[in-house]
């Protein structure tokens, strides 16, 4: 709910402003976040570095020869290590200009061949076969947007993470950090998803199984996938990875 004499922002605007500045102080140097809350933010973002590294590591065995599709995929982080894993094709898609503006800008420089597109979630076609995956924008959709996201990638392989709904510390500081960054002054905060909501989401448009993959690593981060997971532990990433929202 957007508080009083405040307007709500467009989502889209919301992420123009945000989206390079996020993806930099999470995935890069905690230094360049502008002011003492985003700092700290950076700072404690651990658990958004381990969920890009476990989310290469459960798409890597599976993307070889396919098609990708990346849902919310901000300035494009992941195209290239996608691609050099083997991947047929990537598409990105965002609803941000900004960020796929920068994200076509990365892909000339690299040479990759991917593409791009500014798009909303309640404009998604269907997908074909290819491969769908996101990185928390499910926290930013309606339960009417998650079942077009599902919908649209039946006849394909998924991987979408989320933000679970639990009674944690890490999440009740998650909301205040929200409400005084920007949720009481844009009206915008993400959702924390009962993941019984999302697994039903699948199965109304696929018989096969929703795998539930959590680690604490990724504080109350959980993925959702119709991929095997792993046997054992996922080891933990060395050196630096690039990122993704939200």
Request: charged content about 20%; proline content about 6%.
């Amino acid at each position: 709910m957007t508080a009083p004499g405040h307007t709500r922002v467009a989502p889209a605007d919301f992420w123009d402003a945000r989206i390079l500045g996020w993806e930099e102080s999470r995935y890069g140097s905690a230094a360049v976040a502008p002011g003492l809350l985003e700092g700290i933010a950076a700072r404690a973002s651990s658990s958004l570095r381990f969920r890009l590294h476990a989310a290469i590591a459960l798409l890597a065995p599976h993307v070889r020869g396919r098609r990708v599709v990346e849902l919310g995929c901000g300035s494009g982080l992941l195209a290239q290590p996608l691609m050099a894993l083997g991947a047929a094709g990537y598409l990105g898609i965002d609803i941000s200009p900004v960020a796929i503006a920068r994200a076509r800008e990365r892909a000339a420089a690299s040479g990759a061949d991917v593409r791009f597109a500014v798009g909303a979630v309640a404009e998604l076609e269907p997908q074909g076969e290819a491969l769908t995956f996101s990185l928390g924008l499910f926290d930013w959709l309606t339960a009417a947007e998650i079942d077009r996201v599902f919908a649209a990638g039946a006849a394909g392989p998924y991987l979408h993470a989320v933000a679970e709904r639990r009674g944690s510390i890490q999440q009740l500081g998650h909301r205040i950090y929200v409400h005084l960054a920007y949720g009481r002054r844009t009206g915008l905060a993400p959702r924390y998803h009962a993941i019984g909501e999302i697994v039903a989401a699948v199965r109304r448009h696929r018989a096969l199984p929703a795998n539930v993959f959590r680690d604490p690593r990724m504080s109350f981060g959980v993925f959702v996938t119709d991929l095997p997971l792993p046997a054992t532990k996922l080891p933990d990433p060395i050196g630096g990875v690039a990122g993704q929202r939200r």
